[in-house]
């Protein structure tokens, strides 16, 4: 399984990113799959998932800002980041969600994390 996240940088708030992470190694269509995030000291949360129907979920942090959407043809998940704050600096990790849960799905595997950050 990989998972290869990209798209973070610096950014001002108020501000926008598009993330994406490409997946191999699995057969991505049948997956729930997510965004997480970590910021220093504290645990890994996510912030979106994304069923296989499409059905869509999000932190109420994040609610009306980000969208998560997927490609299947591609093997590709994606996070658009609107609206940005300060307080979504983290780094951001692409993972599958096996159990299928939502909020309280764990974490299967996971990319090596795009750095987000968020400032003026």
């Known amino acids: 399984v990989q998972l290869v996240e990209s798209g973070g940088g610096l950014v001002q708030p108020g501000g926008s990113l598009r993330l994406s992470c490409a997946a191999s190694g699995f057969t991505f269509s049948i997956y729930t799959m997510g965004w997480a995030r970590q910021v220093p000291g504290k645990g890994l949360e996510w912030v979106s998932n994304i069923f296989t129907g499409g059905s869509t979920y999000y932190s109420d942090s994040v609610k009306g800002r980000f969208l998560i959407s997927r490609d299947n043809a591609k093997n590709t998940v994606y996070l658009q980041m609107n609206s940005l704050k300060p307080e979504d600096t983290a780094v951001y990790y692409c993972?599958?969600?096996?159990?299928?849960?939502?909020?309280?799905?764990?974490?299967?595997?996971r990319g090596q994390g795009t750095q987000v950050t968020v400032s003026s």
């Open positions: 993972a599958t969600n096996p159990s299928g849960r939502w909020p309280n799905g764990g974490f299967g595997s």
